[in-house]
């Protein structure tokens, strides 16, 4: 188990708490994602390659 969370498994029917990711996406970390009050960050430009394009949780989606 990863951080001592049990294990997790997809069946028919059960409640499902999945992240969807995109593996090959590259995008840019600019002002435009920084959710704090304080507009600096040490990775501002950064390319990275991944990205998280919602969450299935609580019954509930998400898209980012």
């Known amino acids: 188990a990863v951080l001592g969370l049990p294990e997790s498994h997809l069946e028919?029917?059960?409640e499902a708490n999945i992240t969807l990711?995109?593996?090959d996406?590259?995008?840019t970390?600019?002002?435009g994602h920084?959710?704090?009050k304080s507009r600096n960050a040490a990775f501002l430009g950064?390319?990275?390659t991944g990205k998280v394009?919602?969450?299935m949780?609580?019954?509930k989606v998400h898209f980012v």
Do not use: C, H, T
Request: glycine letters at 8%; charged letters at 35%; zero cysteines.
């Open 12 to 14: 028919e029917g059960a």
């Open 21 to 23: 990711v995109d593996l």
């Open 25 to 27: 996406q590259e995008w």
């Open 29 to 31: 970390f600019d002002e």
């Open 34 to 36: 920084i959710r704090s």
């Open 46 to 48: 950064e390319v990275f």
């Open 53 to 55: 394009l919602g969450v």
């Open 57 to 59: 949780a609580n019954k």
